[in-house]
């Protein structure tokens, strides 16, 4: 009688209750996975591009425009290597159900910044050439089908044309792809030139510019010498990193970081209770056997060892099951919101946060039952009434 | 040379604490049983057997006096030490079997064996052994639910015995049982004594049952009446 086979079938006494609390601890840890994945993408550290890439925007707010002339004051700064710039179409296609991360980009030198689109050069060039031309994600292409040289209705939700429509007529002249075939395949660029013509309003204004800074120069200098060339105009501006203005962006929603934190801690403190008192319970009804048990020898600690790994086994198992179901979720959400907040994904590190939690929920939850089991009295639990 | 395992009961005083009541149990009391007896602790509820038990056992510690099992005094020793010595030389049997329903008869047999180096086949031999002596073989792989009240108690009894321990305290071990198997189990408790010279101590209220026993203590007539006596007064 191995004492490990003791523990497993004591834990599967009770299926219903144990598959109850075991499906509690996996709802929790799915959910601290997914969000530590979400919260990976907050805090993960810069990229070797985007850590060379800044972007500038409104400093009220990233909805108001600023003037394109902004790209050329930028360039003329030291320490700036390339200057683009981009404004936020929005878009779908046919219904607003099929939403499309549409771009209006400087098509001159926008792709030069952003390397990470591999386009062939003469699609490339065919695009900027074609005034109404698109560059297309691959996975987009997969999607609708699309090949070069199709015709490709897009609408806007924000932006009305001159004949006072919000249809705009696209020509797909370039399809690109990235090297981790990740999300960011789904994305749609065209020519900002021709945004600015055909839109009825806000002419010779952009959302953001990013620029290429060199090897040599120092990210916060350069920061702070083009936010200081605006600042005394009509549109003064904020620049951040890439990565930060990400973040922000993410966050305009909502502090994600301070409601993970405040999920997690809500919901482990749910989660102890809940196994807390399921050992409590298991423990109770066992009292006779462990009065047994310690009558034959076994010693309180041996006892406790054994609480200790059942509520281990239970924890672990919700734990494992719920951290794979969490992965396989990042895995898909990674996919198709990449564009929205890159950088969704579990770092491996959290899974040694999962096991050090398992370990200290298990030891506390062993706590209670452990004080009974010390305190239990044999006499007094098996005692005959004679 | 037979081996010493006499239980000595030595000036015994047990009480405890009822709300604001102290209840003796036990005041100066006396009692030695030899190695290779079968002794049968008799008397009304109330009048402290289990206790005795439970004091021979070391499961409980008296107010005062000394509890000497062969030439070791047990009511001082640390837990742990206790613990383990209970594991060498005791066996249990009590009314209920306490059985684990997780566990096979085998399995439960095999139990207290995990607390001592024999390995796997080893406790496996051991264990279908001790169930082989209370006739309980062809059974060794049913579960308790599966069991009759009778040869659950036989399995307890063999787990009792598997660790080979010099005394067998039985607590009511035919309480639960019907005439005829409580006969069954008396008559096994009486050949571990007589081919195999464990010494075992009985508490009993049927009469039937005592007469198993090579002796017979009741209390009733042994000492006193229990007395109830106000916190704080001098026994």
Redesign the interface.
């Known amino acids: 009688?191995?004492?490990l086979?003791?523990v497993w079938?004591?834990s599967f006494?009770k299926k219903v209750r144990f598959g109850l609390t075991c499906t509690s601890v996996m709802v929790a840890f799915f959910l601290f996975t997914t969000l530590s994945g979400v919260n990976h993408a907050l805090t993960s550290s810069v990229s070797n591009s985007n850590q060379y890439r800044l972007m500038t925007s409104h400093k009220i707010s990233l909805t108001q425009s600023l003037p394109i002339n902004y790209k050329q004051k930028i360039s003329a700064l030291p320490g700036v290597k390339k200057v683009s710039y981009a404004s936020w179409f929005g878009g779908f296609y046919q219904n607003e159900k099929n939403q499309l991360p549409v771009t209006a980009v400087d098509h001159e030198t926008y792709f030069d910044l952003f390397d990470e689109y591999h386009i062939p050069t003469e699609q490339l060039t065919q695009w900027k050439n074609t005034r109404t031309g698109i560059v297309i994600g691959q996975s987009l292409a997969d999607k609708y089908g699309w090949k070069i040289g199709d015709k490709v209705p897009l609408s806007s939700s924000i932006w009305m044309n001159k004949s006072g429509s919000f249809n705009w007529s696209f020509t797909v002249s370039a399809i690109y792809q990235t090297a981790d075939h990740s999300g960011t395949n789904n994305k749609v660029f065209f020519q900002h030139a021709y945004f600015d013509k055909g839109r009825a309003y806000a002419r010779n204004s952009m959302s953001w510019l990013s620029t290429e800074i060199t090897d040599k120069a120092n990210v916060d200098d350069v920061i702070v010498a083009i936010d200081k060339l605006f600042i005394h105009t009509n549109s003064p501006t904020r620049t951040t990193t890439e990565q930060v203005f990400i973040k922000e962006r993410a966050q305009q929603f909502v502090d994600m970081a301070m409601v993970i934190n405040l999920v997690v801690i809500a919901v482990f403190f749910t989660l102890l209770l809940i196994v807390c008192n399921t050992m409590i319970q298991t423990i109770r009804e066992r009292n006779?056997?462990s009065?047994?048990?310690?009558?034959?020898?076994?010693?309180?600690l041996s006892l406790i060892q054994g609480v200790y790994l059942e509520s281990l086994l239970l924890l672990g198992l919700g734990a494992f099951f719920g951290s794979l179901l969490a992965y396989l979720l990042i895995a898909v959400v990674g996919q198709n919101f990449n564009d929205f907040l890159p950088g969704i994904s579990i770092a491996p590190n959290h899974y040694l946060t999962v096991f050090a939690l398992v370990n200290i929920a298990a030891a506390f939850c062993s706590a209670f039952p452990a004080v009974a089991i010390k305190r239990l009295?044999?006499?007094e639990t098996?005692?005959?009434?004679? | 040379m037979k081996s010493n395992h006499n239980i000595t009961l030595k000036n015994i005083n047990k009480s405890y604490q009822k709300g604001t009541n102290t209840v003796v149990v036990h005041d100066n009391f006396n009692l030695t049983i030899e190695s290779g007896e079968f002794v049968a602790l008799m008397g009304p509820s109330g009048l402290g057997k289990s206790t005795l038990l439970h004091l021979m056992g070391g499961l409980d510690q008296p107010t005062q006096g000394e509890v000497i099992i062969g030439t070791q005094r047990i009511d001082n020793l640390k837990q742990a030490s206790l613990t383990q010595w209970r594991a060498e030389n005791i066996g249990f049997v009590f009314q209920s079997h306490h059985l684990l329903p997780v566990l096979s008869a085998q399995g439960n047999v095999e139990l207290p064996l995990a607390l001592t180096p024999l390995n796997k086949k080893q406790r496996q031999a051991h264990a279908s052994y001790a169930l082989e002596l209370v006739g309980m073989s062809e059974r060794a792989n049913h579960y308790p639910k599966e069991l009759s009240g009778g040869q659950e108690q036989r399995v307890a009894i063999a787990r009792a015995i598997v660790s080979d321990p010099h005394i067998l305290l039985c607590d009511e071990p035919t309480g639960n049982l019907d005439r005829k198997t409580a006969d069954e189990i008396l008559a096994l408790l009486t050949q571990l004594n007589r081919d195999f010279g464990k010494t075992i101590v009985m508490v009993t209220h049927d009469k039937k049952a005592a007469d198993y026993a090579s002796r017979v203590i009741n209390l009733e007539s042994y000492i006193f009446e229990p007395k109830n006596i106000e916190v704080g007064e001098q026994l």
Do not use: P
């Open positions: 009688m191995n004492l086979i003791l079938r004591n006494r006779n056997e009065a047994m048990m310690k009558a034959l020898g076994f010693s309180s009295v044999i006499s098996l005692g005959g009434q004679a």
